[in-house]
Nanobody, 122 residues
Framework: QVQLVESGGGLVQAGGSLRLSCAAS?????MAWFRQGPGKDREFVSA????????YYADFVQGRFTISRDNAENTVYLQMNGLKPDDTAVYYC??????????????????WGQGTQVTVSS
């Protein structure tokens, strides 16, 4: 099992930026970010195959977010620019440990972080 620790959330005005970090205790097959807004279901945000670096994004990202990794630190980042009030949510990091993971399906990931709150004011 891979342990995940997120950081970097906070309060920001609309149009601002935040960078989320997810420190992993080991290497995963795929790393992803999900989010859960108030009264909403958890939804996919972005994912990356660790070895190849191939990335995926939800449609609502619209070029505003970028997922990246630091191999030496076993850390995944989510750079979020152009934030909107609708982006307000708890953001979770997830790790899929095998080829069975499907990037948009939360139930296929093996490990989850504790979540970090992102609040965007209008």
């Amino acid at each position: 099992q891979v342990q995940l620790v997120e950081s970097g959330g906070g309060l920001v005005q609309a149009g601002g930026s935040l960078r989320l970090s997810c420190a992993a205790s080991g290497r995963a097959f795929m790393m992803a970010w999900f989010r859960q807004g108030p009264g909403k279901d958890r939804e996919f945000v972005s994912a990356m195959y660790w070895n190849t670096g191939r990335t995926y994004y939800a449609d609502f990202v619209q070029g505003r977010f970028t997922i990246s990794r630091d191999n030496a630190e076993n850390t995944v980042y989510l750079q979020m620019n152009g934030l909107k009030p609708d982006d307000t949510a708890v953001y979770y990091c997830a790790a899929g440990l095998s080829y069975r993971v499907y990037f948009t399906r939360a139930d296929t990931y093996n490990s989850w972080g504790q979540g970090t709150q992102v609040t965007v004011s209008s």
